[in-house]
């Protein structure tokens, strides 16, 4: 199975006023994770609304938090494809601290393939063959 | 049932390159207006944690998504409660266009009671009578 | 003098774990008022950018903190024209207490005409004569 | 003169919808900067506070923009001290395209030295000596 891990570290300006990470950050780091994946496995998104005037938008997103992440915390965000079907590709994603290893949070996003041409009306379309053979090969074996 | 409801303007900076709003903004907007529900109910949850050392803390969120937020469209996130439970409760949200009730959005956040005191060490607690009773009020019936 | 007037209330998510607002929140909300006072002068910058191919990007910002701002504090953000250039417009914005009146932020934005029509390179233009009236009166005698 | 130096990538929803940084993005990337020069020369914000009760909050920030930021774009941060006063000390951060040294951002942020052991009334207060020899040290010679 193919995966994409990214390192950062948590900053001042994630925390709460409880010192952990205010969730939405979790969110806004996976989702950019996902294009970081998409790219890894030699889909950018960007070229790919450029060219094609496809993107892949959100279905569905849920997270599982189960440490609190904290000041100057590094971390590391491993992605990989766990669903791939006619129009949808599920990410999986997972938050560890990098050292040690403790789970932080457990993340997925359910993209949805859209034709944007008409940016007005965004419409879910089957995800073209030559895409899927991509996102298939990006599952590994 | 009570239900808690806030309006709110989709703004520029919600918005990402396709125009639509980026998804973790969905988050903070759900996150505030649990804050919201809370005190509709007589809960504030910063005198909870001043007064008596209790936050509730996110063990789980999700979203699914079903039409995009655009530019200065104006919003109802409606928030109610649809789970208690001994440690944690589980909050509704759904995202409505105020003009024509169409649904954009509808999510959950599951908040876990949390002894705050020694914030090096957050931990999971019964959630005490006296505010299972004021949640318990707050489904309605 | 024309003036536009929000209020909206500090939420948990913007604070920083002092308790008090994570600064760039400031610049999230006075970017918006910044749209809603050109909305209020009857400058829609969301139709004069698809129906004319411009936009007021920024040229310059800056914000000087008087006092925090806490959790589930009102406040209030006034927002004026307090400079117009060829090619430049310049918002004043004020963020205080809603109740008392303390000032908690000053804040400015200067806003530069530009040619979207190649979004691939934006170019700096003169304002448009019909556009620059809008603001004259917008600055209001 | 002491620089510290991050290089981060643009992401999606960094964006605006022009693909380019939405301004307030540039604030929350120079905060983390000036956590991460602090850091840089022997002054861990966070340590600072648990320790001493010490913070440095803020009493004035801006940027001049001369460039958007787009997609996927590799960024150069570069932070140094460009002023020392009895209270307060002031970075300096520019950002660069990482190839090709195009200038993105000129930004500022003047920093306060804050006594924070009341947490209700945060107070300005003199640089402690000690800490004035690292942040002189951090300016180099």
């Known amino acids: 199975m193919h ?14 006023p409880l010192g952990i990470v205010f969730y ?3 969110y806004e780091w996976i989702d950019a994770c996902g294009h970081l994946f998409f790219e890894s496995i030699g889909l950018t998104l960007g070229d790919l609304w450029r060219d094609r005037n496809i993107m892949f938008g ?64 965004l419409r879910a379309i089957e995800i073209p063959r030559d895409i899927r053979e991509v996102l298939r090969a990006g599952i590994g074996t």
């Open 3 to 16: 995966r994409n891990i990214v390192e950062r570290k948590i900053m001042w300006g994630d925390l709460d």
């Open 24 to 26: 939405p950050r979790f």
């Open 58 to 121: 959100l279905a569905e997103t849920s997270c599982r938090y189960f440490r609190p992440g904290r000041y100057h915390q590094e971390i590391r965000i491993t992605t990989s494809i766990n669903g791939l079907e006619e129009k949808t590709v599920q990410l999986k994603h997972t938050i560890r601290e990098s050292k040690g290893d403790a789970l932080l949070v457990e993340a997925m996003e359910k993209r949805i393939c859209l034709d944007v041409s008409d940016q007005e009306n």
